[in-house]
């Protein structure tokens, strides 16, 4: 181990200071870098970077799509935060984030402590959690809609345990739709989160968990003491990936309730969607794009505070 | 260096996209010059954006054969990639000759000068004479495209559309119900008969946008026609906050309560509606003419259609109507014989086809060999129209009616909301757009 430290840190030293004394060189390769990465970093700029700042431009702007923009100056942005439409709508995607990224973490770290070891069949398991990942939303919404309705499994599997009482057309009910809408999220990122996770314990020392067992300590204290802070990266990223997921949903809402019944499950996405296409209100509906990309930074960075390392 | 050239290559693209979707012209309507009946002899080749089809493919067809010079190419998107977009290909530097209209997607068009005011072909070709004129009506729009109803002609109507009521003759005998009701008050004890049979009489689909047809059939029904054509059309000062609005909406809340509509309906989309009904599970279904072919091909003679009844004998017949209709590009090089398409709609071969996709066809007099379901929403079509009492859907008002409406149908079903909040919701969204 040493020895392949100390030899890698000799061979970088003489590359380096002829760099140093040559800086001529070092330029043209630099240039020589940026000529490869160029088609790259046109193709991201063009359609990833540039279309981001355009929405930021479009927010300040009066346009239908058609006839001359006029500038709007912050009246966008009033609209947004005047609208008695909003503050529901986020409020909705604050609570799927329960469904979307707390609950499936949590599922995710139960399965990977009680699968860690390695069980028979662990491929098959990870294949079935991992399905509706790969599976598109907009298809599977509309199977859930099937699944929620009135006579669906859902409702018949209820009734065959003898909860026939309880059964409604969940989608449909004002005071369920949201949960209900909820849990499939729970569904489609519970299996993300799980493979995150279980990629992720491999690659703790095993030796550890023999100096827990040798103290004496359980599977719960192994799981506290070791694998918990050995995932913390895995957690971050599971986590940022589906508070993401919840804030920024639209497709699976779109296409189950569309924001129904009695608006008890509209999203930002969905108001963008009905701002831009339906009112063609170009001008507000990128303002509220902005606000809503705002609202992911502070939470993704909320997220990264609390899960740091403290030093 | 060339890294910088590709750097400036990016950002001139970038620039071009931006220009491309920033702004185009805006100089208000425009209006055809050197307006003709007389057609090319040579080759032309039209193109048209369409979302509908049927009727449109088979009119296409049906034209050609009665102009062979004249090749029309269709385009054909589905439905909610149509409307967003329509416009921006409308506006863009090669548009299609001919588009299908949505005035939701569309009324933009009107003042950015995109669309021709077809005034001088109406003229030239007597339109008047040869459209039902409720039917030109909701095509007209003023200058800045907020009234409707008046002003310019923007687009010709290709195919007719009616609401009214499917309904299960074999469920509907059943309860001991012999005719269609001729009021109100006869199909609410029809309806109440049907429930006492077990079985709940409307199926109904207010997930979507289906839910609001029953407030709207409820509304045409006891409301005053005049009052609510203003409404729609966007007549300063027109309200909907009515007593009869407001009866309807009771109505709708009273009916979910007495268990006439599906309890989870909430949560049942339009095309779970349709089959709910052709399965036999609901006795009437509120829809448009556009599901005839379907109900009839389900459920045969068992199927029969009747207009929502009057609440007082004898009153017009009034039922909320739109059409297929069709928009010519005001960037168009051959706007002589895309009006001769349009005029063809008219035309009794154009009858035909629009009659035999499930339209109701423009020509209201033509002689149709109709049989079943489809027939009987033949006759009661020629009824509202004899009446001149196709009205425009409520959706038609501003761009997020339909949001509002869909919605407050939802809330008014579940009770959570009263119908004056249903009301006040449609009208503060009037108000937005056309204050």
């Not at chain 1, 590359?15 to 790259?40: D, F, I, M, Q, S």
């Not at chain 1, 790969?134 to 006579?151: E, K, Q």
């Not at chain 1, 895995?234 to 990936?241: L, M």
């Not at chain 2, 007209?140 to 409707?148: G, I, L, M, P, Q």
């Amino acid at each position: 181990m040493t020895d392949v430290a100390v030899r890698s840190g000799r061979s970088v030293r003489p590359e380096r200071t002829p760099a140093r004394r040559r800086p001529k060189r070092r330029v043209g390769r630099r240039l020589h870098g940026l000529v490869y990465l160029a088609p790259a970093l046109a193709v991201y700029v063009l359609f990833a970077i540039w279309p981001a700042i355009h929405t930021v431009y479009l927010s300040f702007l009066e346009w239908d799509g058609i006839l001359p923009a006029v500038p709007a100056g912050f009246s966008n942005y009033v609209t947004v935060f005047t609208d008695p439409t909003l503050g529901p709508a986020l409020w909705h995607a604050i609570v799927l984030i329960l469904f979307f990224a707390v609950i499936p973490c949590a599922f995710g770290l139960l399965m990977t402590a009680l699968l860690q070891g390695g069980v028979r069949g662990m491929t098959a398991y990870r294949m079935i959690f991992f399905l509706p990942q790969v599976l598109p939303l907009v298809a599977v919404g509309i199977t859930w809609r099937w699944m929620y309705s009135d006579g669906g499994l859902v409702n018949r599997g209820l009734e065959l345990i003898g909860l026939g009482s309880v059964t409604r057309a969940w989608l449909g009910d004002y005071d369920t739709a949201l949960v209900a809408l909820g849990l499939i999220g729970t569904w489609a990122m519970s299996g993300l989160c799980m493979v995150l996770f279980l990629s992720g314990v491999q690659k703790v020392d095993v030796a550890l968990y023999e100096a827990v067992a040798l103290d004496g300590g359980g599977p719960v204290r192994k799981f506290f003491t070791v694998t918990l802070p050995a995932l913390r990266g895995e957690v971050t990223i599971a986590s940022v990936i589906t508070t993401i997921a919840a804030l920024a949903s639209f497709d699976f809402v779109f296409v189950t309730t569309n924001g129904g019944p009695v608006n008890q499950t509209t999203v930002p996405g969905l108001l963008v969607y009905r701002l831009a296409f339906n009112e063609a209100d170009i001008g507000t509906a990128s303002a509220l794009a902005v606000v809503l990309t705002l609202v992911v930074i502070v939470f993704v960075t909320a997220i990264r505070l609390i899960t740091r390392e403290r030093s | 260096m060339r890294t910088r050239f590709l750097r400036l290559g990016s950002v001139a693209a970038a620039v071009l996209l931006a220009a491309g979707c920033a702004e185009t012209g805006g100089s208000g309507p425009a209006a055809p010059k050197d307006v003709s009946k007389e057609l090319s002899s040579e080759k032309v080749t039209l193109t048209l954006a369409y979302t509908d089809d049927p009727p449109v493919k088979a009119l296409i067809e049906a034209f050609q054969d009665k102009h062979p010079n004249i090749t029309i190419k269709g385009q054909q998107t589905p439905f909610s990639d149509y409307v967003k977009s329509i416009k921006l290909s409308m506006a863009s530097d090669e548009p299609p000759d001919i588009a299908e209209y949505n005035p939701g997607a569309m009324r933009s068009l009107v003042p950015g000068g995109l669309i021709y005011d077809l005034a001088p072909y109406e003229e030239l070709y007597g339109w008047q004479d040869g459209f039902p004129s409720s039917s030109l009506e909701v095509l007209r729009s003023d200058a800045k495209a907020k009234e409707y109803g008046t002003g310019g002609l923007y687009a010709v109507p290709g195919a007719l559309s009616v609401l009214g009521v499917f309904y299960n003759k074999q469920l509907v005998s059943a309860a001991g119900i012999t005719q269609p009701p001729a009021t109100l008050a006869e199909f609410e004890q029809n309806l109440a008969a049907v429930k006492g049979t077990g079985t709940t009489p409307f199926s109904l689909g207010s997930l979507q946008v289906g839910g609001f047809q029953l407030w709207n059939a409820l509304n045409n029904s006891l409301g005053d026609e005049q009052q609510y054509r203003d409404w729609v059309y966007g007549k300063s000062g027109a309200t909907i906050e009515t007593d009869s609005a407001k009866q309807a909406a009771q109505k709708v809340a009273d009916w979910a309560g007495a268990g006439y509509v599906p309890e989870s309906a909430n949560a049942i989309a339009d095309t779970d509606a349709l089959a709910n009904f052709t399965q036999g599970k609901n006795a009437y279904f509120i829809t448009g003419n556009w599901y005839a072919a379907t109900i009839a091909e389900a459920m045969g003679d068992n199927a029969g259609f009747f207009l929502f009844p009057t609440a007082k004998q004898g009153n017009p017949a009034v039922a909320s109507g739109a059409s297929v209709a069709f928009s010519i590009s005001s960037k168009t090089k051959h706007p002589n014989e895309a009006a001769a398409f349009l005029d063809f709609m008219r035309s009794p071969e154009a009858a035909k086809v629009q009659f035999e996709s499930g339209f109701m066809p423009v020509d209201t007099s033509a002689d149709l060999q109709a049989t079943g379901v489809t027939a009987e929403v033949t006759t009661e079509f020629a009824k509202v129209v004899a009446d001149n009492g196709i009205v425009p859907f409520p959706d038609f008002a501003s761009p997020n009616m339909i949001d509002r409406l869909t919605s407050g149908v939802q809330g008014l079903v579940s009770k959570q909301m009263t119908p004056d909040q249903f009301l006040a919701s449609l009208q503060e969204s009037w108000t937005e757009h056309h204050d």
